[in-house]
């Protein structure tokens, strides 16, 4: 079993700045890869950002340029820099971790984009 948790989230003006983390726990050799997904109120799930245990990234259209996916091995945390944030960019952002078949989801953290 993995864990993951998410933290980080909150409120921030149009064009601002915020920092997600997700810190993985238990079971955590062998993760394939992981990753930001987001749900904005009353639409899909939907990727953010990945990036594989090789260290490649995956981002959504919406969002390259703005933000950027990393990861700090020592302290098993994936973080998620998010800059020049649009109102569009609310919703409530999961992290994800893939091993082998199974994929984990933390419980999410909100991030509202308003002035």
């Known amino acids: 079993q993995v864990q993951v948790e998410e933290s980080g989230g909150g409120l921030v003006q149009p064009g601002g700045s915020l920092r997600l983390s997700c810190a993985a726990s238990?079971?955590?050799?062998?993760?394939?890869?992981m990753g930001w997904y987001r749900q904005a109120p009353g639409k899909e799930r939907e990727l953010v950002a990945t990036?594989?245990?090789?260290?490649?990234?995956n981002y959504a259209d919406s969002v390259k340029g703005r933000f950027t996916i990393s990861v700090e091995n020592a302290k098993n945390t994936v973080y998620l820099q998010m800059n020049t944030l649009k109102p569009e960019d609310t919703a409530v952002y999961y992290c994800n971790a893939v091993k082998g078949w199974y994929n984990y989801w933390g419980q999410g953290t909100q991030v509202t984009v308003s002035s």
């Open positions: 238990g079971r955590i050799v062998s993760i394939n890869a």
């Open positions: 990036i594989t245990s090789g260290g490649s990234t």
